[in-house]
C-alpha cells in the first residue's frame, strides 16, 4: 500500500498568513493526489484534484502543487473560516490511502 | 443539486450485521463510481472500497475484503454497504462519496457496536 505522510501533524498560524501542508507520498503517485479540508462533525470537502486543479466553489487562496512524491497544499492568506483538518489523499493506485491529516489552527 | 443522503445512526450488537444505505440524486447514477470511507472517532480516514453502480462491479481495500459487501440498486439510485462480523473496531462513521474524486459526499452515518 502506499503510505501518506502529512506534515506537520499540527499548524498554528495567523489571519492573513501564508501556510503550507505538506504531503509526501511512499511512491510516485504521478499526481493523483487530491486535498479534502474537514471541519469538525462535517464531511470532507474536496478543494484540490489531481495536484493543482481547484475544485468549483473552492476560494483561489487555495492551491495545490507537486509531483512525484512530494505536494504542497498552499493557502495564501488564511482566513478563520479554513480552520480544520486537512487531508491529502491518493487515487493512483489500489488501495486508495489518505494521509493522517494537519489540524490547522489560528494562533 | 448532486446530493448523497445517508440512512440515520445504527447502534447494534458485536457479532452482528448492519447495512446502511446512500441515496443519490441530481446526477446519473450509474455514470460514476461510489466509493465508501471509514472514519473512526478522532481519526483520520480509510478507503473501504467502491462499486461501479452500472454493473455492480467492486473493488475493495484488502482488509475489508472479508467485512463490507457493497451493492448498488439502479431502480432507486441507492448504494448500500453491509458490514458484518461486527467488533468495537467498527464503531465509526461511514461515509459515501462519489467518484474517483470524492467530489460529493454523504453527511456520514455512525455505526456504534456495543453490547
Known amino acids: 500500500d502506499i503510505q501518506m505522510t502529512q506534515s506537520p501533524s499540527v499548524l498554528s498560524a495567523s489571519v492573513g498568513d501564508r501556510v503550507t501542508l505538506n504531503c509526501k507520498a511512499s511512491q510516485n503517485i504521478n499526481k493523483y493526489l487530491n486535498w479534502y479540508q474537514q471541519k469538525l462533525g462535517e464531511a470532507p470537502k474536496l478543494l484540490i484534484y489531481?495536484?493543482?486543479n481547484l475544485q468549483t466553489g473552492i476560494p483561489s487562496r487555495f492551491s495545490g502543487s507537486g509531483s512525484g512524491t512530494d505536494y504542497t497544499l498552499t493557502i495564501s492568506s488564511l482566513q478563520p473560516e479554513d480552520v480544520a483538518t486537512y487531508f491529502c489523499?491518493?487515487?493512483?493506485?489500489?488501495?486508495?490511502?489518505f494521509g493522517a491529516g494537519t489540524k490547522l489552527e489560528l494562533k | 443539486e448532486v446530493l448523497l443522503q445517508q440512512s440515520g445512526a445504527e447502534l447494534v450488537r458485536p457479532g452482528s450485521s448492519v447495512k446502511i444505505s446512500c441515496k443519490a440524486s441530481g446526477y446519473t447514477f450509474t455514470d460514476y463510481y461510489m466509493h465508501w470511507v471509514k472514519q473512526r472517532p478522532e481519526q483520520g480516514l480509510v478507503w473501504i472500497g467502491r462499486?461501479?453502480?452500472?454493473?455492480?462491479?467492486?473493488v475493495y481495500a484488502e482488509k475489508f475484503k472479508s467485512k463490507a459487501t457493497l451493492t448498488a440498486d439502479k431502480s432507486s439510485n441507492t448504494a448500500y454497504m453491509q458490514l458484518s462480523s461486527l467488533t468495537s473496531e467498527d464503531t465509526a462513521t461511514y461515509f459515501c462519496?462519489?467518484?474517483?474524486?470524492?467530489?460529493?459526499w454523504g453527511p456520514g452515518t455512525m455505526v456504534t457496536v456495543s453490547s
Open positions: 462519496t462519489r467518484s474517483r474524486y470524492f467530489d460529493f
Open positions: 462499486i461501479n453502480p452500472a454493473n455492480g462491479n467492486t
Open positions: 489523499f491518493q487515487h493512483n493506485s489500489w488501495p486508495y490511502t
Open positions: 489531481n495536484t493543482n
